[in-house]
C-alpha cells in the first residue's frame, strides 16, 4: 500500500492530467448528445408546425373552391369536366397528400381530427358530383341541394377544425414546454 500511495504522489501531475482529459471528452461526448438531441427536436417541432400550417392553406383553399364553384355554368356545360376537376378535384388531392404528411408528425388523436376534415371534403366532392350528373333533379333543386351540401360541410367542419387547432397548440406548446425544462 504504502508503495501504492509513493507511486500516486511520485506521478500526481501526470495522473491529473490523464483525468483532466478523460473528464474533458466525457463533457464534450455529454454536450454533443444534448446538441443532436436539441437538433431533433427543433427539427420535429419545425416539420409539425410546417405540415399543419400545409394542410390548413390547403384545407382553406379547397374549401374555397367549393365554395366559388358556380353551379350554373357547371349544369349549362360551360364549365367542362376538367376544369371542374383543376377547381375542385386537384384541391382535394393536394389536401390528402398534406394529410398525409401530417400522419407522420401527429399522435393518432389528433391526427385523426385532420382526417376528418379530410373526410367531410371528400364526402362534399361526391355529393358535387352525384349532384351534377343527377337526371332527376332539376337545376334549381341541383343548386339547392348543393347549398345545403355545402352549409352542412361548413358546419361540420368548423367545430372540428376549431379543435384540432386548439389541441395542436396546446399539444406543440406543450410539448415545447416540457423540451425547456429538459
Same mark, same amino acid.
Given at each position: 500500500?504504502?508503495?501504492?500511495?509513493?507511486?500516486?504522489?511520485?506521478?500526481?501531475?501526470?495522473?491529473?492530467?490523464?483525468?483532466?482529459? /478523460?473528464?474533458? %471528452?466525457? #463533457?464534450?461526448?455529454?454536450?454533443?448528445? /444534448?446538441?443532436?438531441?436539441?437538433?431533433?427536436?427543433?427539427? %420535429? !417541432?419545425?416539420?409539425?408546425?410546417?405540415?399543419?400550417?400545409?394542410?390548413?392553406?390547403?384545407?382553406?383553399? @379547397?374549401?374555397?373552391?367549393? #365554395?366559388?364553384?358556380?353551379?350554373?355554368?357547371?349544369?349549362?356545360?360551360?364549365?367542362?369536366? *376538367?376544369?371542374?376537376? +383543376?377547381?375542385?378535384?386537384?384541391?382535394?388531392?393536394?389536401?390528402?397528400?398534406?394529410?398525409?404528411?401530417?400522419?407522420?408528425?401527429?399522435?393518432?388523436?389528433? @391526427?385523426? &381530427? !385532420?382526417?376528418?376534415?379530410?373526410?367531410?371534403?371528400?364526402? *362534399? @366532392?361526391?355529393? =358535387?358530383?352525384?349532384? /351534377?350528373?343527377?337526371?332527376?333533379?332539376? !337545376?334549381?333543386?341541383?343548386?339547392? &341541394?348543393?347549398?345545403?351540401?355545402?352549409?352542412? %360541410?361548413?358546419?361540420?367542419?368548423?367545430?372540428?377544425?376549431?379543435?384540432?387547432?386548439?389541441?395542436?397548440?396546446? +399539444? =406543440?406548446?406543450?410539448? &415545447?414546454? &416540457? #423540451?425547456?425544462?429538459?
Amino acid at each position: 500500500m504504502k508503495h501504492f500511495i509513493e507511486l500516486l504522489l511520485n506521478h500526481l501531475d501526470s495522473l491529473s492530467l490523464l483525468v483532466g482529459i /478523460i473528464f474533458f %471528452f466525457i #463533457r464534450e461526448l455529454y454536450k454533443l448528445s /444534448i446538441r443532436k438531441k436539441e437538433l431533433k427536436f427543433k427539427t %420535429f !417541432y419545425s416539420n409539425s408546425v410546417n405540415s399543419i400550417s400545409e394542410f390548413l392553406d390547403s384545407f382553406l383553399s @379547397y374549401k374555397a373552391a367549393m #365554395r366559388n364553384i358556380n353551379l350554373i355554368d357547371i349544369l349549362n356545360g360551360q364549365t367542362d369536366i *376538367l376544369e371542374l376537376n +383543376k377547381i375542385a378535384y386537384e384541391p382535394l388531392i393536394d389536401m390528402k397528400n398534406k394529410n398525409l404528411k401530417l400522419h407522420f408528425y401527429l399522435d393518432k388523436g389528433l @391526427y385523426e &381530427k !385532420y382526417d376528418s376534415l379530410v373526410q367531410s371534403s371528400s364526402l *362534399l @366532392y361526391d355529393e =358535387l358530383r352525384d349532384i /351534377i350528373y343527377s337526371k332527376d333533379l332539376p !337545376y334549381p333543386d341541383k343548386i339547392n &341541394k348543393y347549398e345545403e351540401a355545402f352549409t352542412k %360541410f361548413e358546419e361540420t367542419t368548423e367545430n372540428c377544425l376549431i379543435q384540432a387547432i386548439n389541441e395542436s397548440q396546446k +399539444k =406543440l406548446s406543450n410539448h &415545447k414546454e &416540457k #423540451r425547456n425544462h429538459t
